[in-house]
């Protein structure tokens, strides 16, 4: 079975500083796709950003982008230029072939003014 | 607009009663999902369904049950037998087979047991 692994429950950041969340997982699948999530507040889900396994180049979306090591089997968040509206529980999530999405316990990040 | 409802918003239960919650969607999607999401566990899969009247257990489906008799809907029943079901859950659905696979997801239910 897959798991995905979010080894910090909380950060912190300073506005406009850059951050960067870890997440790991394992599974012995070539294909599947890689996602990071969302939460804030309001606790309305939100996709950030996606990643394709089978796609070397790092997937970027604005001020989010992420370091996928496929050997490694690790999958970085970094946010460039924290907003207070980036305040969040941000969650890593998996998906192989069988179309269950796996996701991580969440980090909880909190931006500074 | 096109999306995920959820119903109701707060529930709250009594010990030993079964409870439905409601998930309906209009995005034309063929897969559907339940999540629990507990403080510190992140979201746990409960059941999820890729077609009409098929159904697959998560990793937590003991004390939970659910229907897929339309493509719409997907409620999910916890019933007395859940030991512990105070919770936030969330449905998702999204376009079936190994494609981009995003999830869009409602808003939430949340389910306080008294």
């Known amino acids: 079975a897959q798991t995905v692994t979010q080894s910090q429950p909380e950060m912190s950041v300073q506005e406009a500083e850059t951050v960067t969340l870890s997440c790991t997982y394992d599974t012995s699948e070539n294909n599947y796709y890689l996602f990071w999530y969302k939460q804030p507040p309001s606790r309305q889900m939100i996709l950030v950003i996606r990643?394709?396994?089978?796609?070397?180049q790092n997937a970027t979306e604005n001020r989010f982008s992420v370091n996928f090591q496929k050997a490694a089997k690790s999958f970085s968040l970094k946010i460039s230029d924290s907003q207070l509206g980036d305040t969040a529980m941000y969650f890593c999530?998996?998906?192989?072939?069988?179309?269950?999405?796996?996701f991580g316990a969440g980090t909880r990040l909190t931006v500074k003014p | 607009d096109g999306g995920i409802t959820q119903s109701p918003k707060y529930l709250f239960r009594k010990e030993g009663q079964n409870v439905t919650l409601s998930c309906e969607q209009n995005l034309n999607h063929d897969a559907m999902y339940w999540y629990r999401q507990d403080p510190g566990q992140g979201l746990r899969l409960i059941y999820y369904?890729?077609?009409?009247?098929?159904?697959q257990k998560g990793d937590i489906a003991e004390g939970y049950s659910v229907s897929r008799e339309k493509k719409e809907s997907f409620p999910l029943t916890v019933t007395s037998a859940q030991k512990n079901p105070t919770a936030f859950y969330l449905c998702?659905?999204?376009?079936?087979?190994?494609?981009?696979?995003?999830?869009?997801f409602g808003e939430g239910s949340r389910l306080t047991v008294l």
């Open positions: 998702a659905s999204r376009v079936s087979g190994y494609n981009t696979g995003e999830l869009f």
């Open positions: 999530a998996f998906m192989a072939n069988n179309n269950d999405m796996r």
């Open positions: 369904s890729q077609i009409v009247n098929d159904f």
């Open positions: 990643q394709e396994a089978y796609k070397q």
